[in-house]
């Protein structure tokens, strides 16, 4: 179960993803969109909706706290009402259910997912919650104390903090929304107002964007109109992690926008079967999949491996992230059955549409035998300052013990086709040693859990509210991360030549024994040279205090306004 944030693929259940506005399948609030799902956000939205089930919040007050009871086994101690630091949530824990809402300063309204407890309490307090209709647990709440507490989703690379709100739930929660159009319409300036972390690198005025697409709105503005008010909003992002959906008569939704950085194109699937042909061409025979074909591992000429990672997420049908994490495991065993004969290891992303951060880390694991800090996240946690974010939370890979490892050379084959956790895991790598040689193109630059928001009847938005932090505090959203070596990538004239210069060229570097000495910066240099973010919102996230239940405070004084 996630609460805001990443992301199922394509043709398979993702797990789901981190807190956030219950972040889905990186993130119980939204999901975390994986594979496929997350290199396009209409896909992402298509996808992952048809994945989860909305939430549906009813108007139950929280539980009294008591504390006769609360330290002994089996007695959940959380219940209660809790605010997310960052993500605009709130989520409601009665008896065995777990409930969310989004909340903006104007606003509180039933969130995108719910889910119920699954088993007992462990001893420390420690619930497990499952994403509803699952039978299996997603996620975990720890309580810290009496009023605090941190959520954990299954697969995420970090955790999320809770609040307990004294108060119990907001009454505006209780109330039923207004679902006119210009109602609709502030719920979704205000969500993309208090958690987009982007408008300033972007050069976005967003209050300017609003307030003139506000003005357009009447009493006889109709569904369609308002959808083409949010789309105009949103397209000048150039975001792969912006989307709308729109709700099907049917149920579910149906992705109406999804952004990608301009210059890119969301893969064909004509485009990935040219892609594997021309692959296959180099291998010395056909790889063998895993992973509901999301995995490919191959041998390439001269002793060197091959393994192709199309999504972090969608290798079993419908399971628990474990699951996952073990069908990614049997690709790895075989890739690295050998490892003293591997000359070195091409990891092929460049059709990777993202899904589960821990999953790329768990790859990152078995390619060193020391430990290296990956990235550190930070989340926008202040409605009105776009400059203040939680403190860093480290992910450190740590070298896999009990297994085989392998710890030479490695190329890593990217494109703007790489997408999200495919990103993470770049960016993770970056800091091995010795560095990867990056060939290709620069990634798509999106790397934030995403959230899914119901804004109003009909329309569900899709927004990052999160930086992944390079060793320096900078980033790579926006133009991506760039590649050492620069190639065409599935470019037409390569395809109808069945030529793939990308992956001869990292043989003819891993061949040389050249892939870690090719003058590779790391990704703090990279992100340097290319400019990619200000690093001075790092450094202000690092010191930022917390702003914890700042969004629920002036949402219930200010009840009603607009």
Not at 71 to 89: A, C, D, F, M, S
Not at 363 to 376: E, G, H, M, N, Q
Not at 485 to 512: H, N, W
């Amino acid at each position: 179960m996630g609460i805001g944030r990443r992301r199922p693929t394509a043709g398979a259940t993702g797990t789901a993803g981190a807190t956030g506005a219950a972040t889905a399948p990186r993130r119980a609030g939204a999901a975390r969109l994986s594979g496929a799902a997350r290199a396009a956000g209409v896909a992402a939205v298509a996808l992952a909706v048809t994945a989860g089930t909305i939430g549906t919040a009813g108007a139950v007050g929280a539980a009294p706290d008591g504390d006769g009871d609360t330290r002994r086994p089996g007695v959940n101690r959380l219940e209660g009402v809790w605010q997310t630091n960052g993500y605009g949530i709130i989520v409601e824990i009665h008896g065995t259910a777990f409930t969310t809402y989004d909340v903006t300063r104007i606003s509180c309204t039933p969130g995108f997912y719910s889910g119920a407890q699954v088993g007992a309490p462990g001893r420390d307090g420690t619930v497990r919650y499952g994403q509803s209709g699952k039978a299996y647990a997603s996620s975990s709440v720890t309580p810290r104390g009496h009023d605090r507490a941190v959520y954990q989703e299954d697969g995420a690379a970090s955790a999320r903090e809770f609040t307990r709100l004294p108060g119990g739930l907001p009454a505006q929660c209780r109330q039923p929304a207004p679902q006119d159009a210009l109602a609709s319409f502030d719920r979704f300036w205000a969500t993309f107002e208090e958690n987009y972390p982007f408008f300033a690198a972007k050069g976005i005025d967003w209050r300017a964007k609003g307030a003139q697409a506000r003005a357009g709105i009447t009493p006889q503005t109709s569904t369609d109109d308002l959808q083409k008010i949010l789309v105009d909003l949103l397209e000048p992002l150039g975001d792969a992690h912006t989307a709308l959906g729109r709700k099907r008569p049917g149920g579910g939704y149906a992705g109406v926008f999804g952004g990608l950085r301009p210059g890119t194109a969301e893969p064909t699937d004509e485009l990935r079967e040219q892609a594997a042909r021309a692959v296959a061409a180099q291998l010395l025979a056909p790889e063998q999949t895993f992973g509901q074909g999301q995995l490919g591992v191959g041998e390439l000429p001269g002793g060197i491996g091959y393994l192709r990672v199309s999504g972090f997420s969608g290798y079993v049908e419908d399971g628990p992230y474990q699951d996952h994490a073990a069908e990614l495991d049997r690709a790895l065993d075989l890739l690295l059955a050998h490892p003293e004969r591997l000359n070195g290891v091409v990891v092929d992303l460049r059709l990777n549409g993202g899904g589960s951060d821990e999953l790329g880390l768990r790859i990152a694991a078995r390619l060193t035998d020391r430990p290296f800090l990956a990235y550190r996240k930070v989340a926008r946690n202040d409605p009105a300052d776009p400059t203040r974010f939680t403190r860093p939370q480290p992910s450190v890979v740590r070298p896999a013990a009990g297994t085989t490892r392998y710890t030479g050379p490695v190329a890593l084959l990217t494109a703007g086709s790489t997408v999200s956790a495919g990103e993470t895991f770049t960016q993770a790598m970056a800091e091995r040693r010795p560095a990867p040689v990056r060939i290709g193109e620069n990634t798509q630059g999106v790397f934030s859990d995403i959230m899914f928001k119901p804004v109003s009847a009909d329309f569900v938005a899709v927004l990052p509210n999160e930086k992944f932090l390079t060793r320096s505090g900078s980033t790579f959203d926006g133009p991506g991360i760039p590649p050492n070596v620069r190639t065409p990538v599935f470019t037409p004239e390569e395809l109808s030549q069945g030529r793939d210069s990308a992956l001869t060229e990292a043989r003819r570097l891993l061949s040389a024994g050249a892939a870690g000495s090719t003058g590779a910066s790391d990704a703090t240099d990279a992100a340097d040279a290319t400019d990619a973010t200000d690093a001075a919102n790092a450094a202000d996230a690092a010191n930022a205090a917390d702003a914890t239940g700042a969004a629920v405070s002036t949402a219930a004084a200010g009840a009603g306004s607009r």
